[in-house]
C-alpha cells in the first residue's frame, strides 16, 4: 500500500531487498547482520541518485526497515544524501519482545538462545534485542544527526516492538507520534502499518510541506497484527 500511495502523490520510489542469508530461501530478508545491510542501502542510494540526478532522497522504513538507514546515516556517510527518514514502528532502541529478552537474560539462556540465532542464519534478530551491542554502540554518540530530518511513527497495539517507546528518537530535528493519540480507535498492530490509511496520510504530510496542525481522517485502518 505504501508504494502505490507515494507514487500517486507524485514520487518517485524505489524499493529494495537486504539482509537475505541462507535461511532466507530466497523470501525472507532482514536476517543478515544490520551493517551489511546498511552497506546494500549504501550502493542501493548511490543508484538512486545517479539515476534521478537528486542530491538527496528520503527514506520511507519500517520495523528493521526504519532502524537499519541508522547505521547508514551514522556511520556510511549517508547523512549527507538523507534529507527525511521516517519510519514506522521501528526498532531503534531494540525490543524485550514482551519480556521475553529480559526473562531469557536473567535465565541465563540469552546467549545460547543469541548463538543458536547467529546459526541458523539470523543475526539480525540478536542485534535488536533491547541493549545489545549493536544497539548500544550505534547510538552512542546520541540518536540524531545534524541535517537529518527524522519522523517516527509507534503504535500502542505493537507487541513487536516493546516497550513502544523503543521506537521513538531524541534530540536533533525529531517528530514522535504515537499514532493512536490522532486515532484512538486505530487497532493497527507493527505488521500491518504498512496498510494503514491515517499513517500513509502521516507519512505523506511528512515527506511534503510539513502542516504542524495536520490531522489525518481516521478511517481506512490497517490490520491489528
Not at 152 to 172: E, R
Amino acid at each position: 500500500m505504501l508504494a502505490p500511495t507515494l507514487a500517486n502523490a507524485g514520487y518517485c520510489v524505489y524499493a529494495f531487498n537486504y539482509g537475505e542469508t541462507p535461511s532466507s530461501f530466497g523470501r525472507v530478508y532482514g536476517l543478515g547482520d544490520i551493517a551489511e545491510s546498511a552497506r546494500t542501502m549504501d550502493a542501493f542510494v548511490d543508484r538512486v541518485l545517479a539515476a534521478t540526478g537528486a542530491d538527496e532522497v528520503d527514506v520511507v522504513g519500517g520495523s528493521q526497515g526504519g532502524m537499519m538507514p541508522h547505521y547508514y546515516i551514522k556511520r556510511l556517510g549517508g547523512a549527507a544524501e538523507v534529507r527525511t527518514l521516517v519510519a514506522l514502528a521501528p526498532t531503534n532502541h531494540g525490543t524485550t519482545m514482551g519480556g521475553l529478552v529480559d526473562l531469557a537474560r536473567k535465565l541465563g539462556v540469552l546467549g545460547p538462545v543469541n548463538d543458536f540465532l547467529r546459526l541458523i542464519g539470523s543475526p539480525a534478530h540478536v542485534q535488536q534485542e533491547e541493549g545489545s551491542e549493536f544497539q548500544e554502540a550505534l547510538f552512542a554518540d546520541g540518536d540524531t544527526v545534524p541535517g537529518v530530518r527524522y519522523v517516527t511513527i509507534a503504535t500502542a497495539h505493537d507487541t513487536t516492538v516493546t516497550p513502544l517507546t523503543n521506537s521513538f528518537l531524541h534530540g536533533g530535528d525529531t517528530t514522535n507520534i504515537l499514532l493512536q493519540d490522532l486515532c484512538p480507535d486505530d487497532p493497527v498492530g507493527h505488521s500491518g502499518t504498512w496498510f494503514d490509511g491515517p499513517i500513509m496520510q502521516i507519512v505523506l504530510n511528512a515527506l511534503g510541506p510539513d502542516d504542524p496542525e495536520f490531522r489525518p481522517e481516521c478511517t481506512d485502518y490497517g490490520p491489528s497484527i
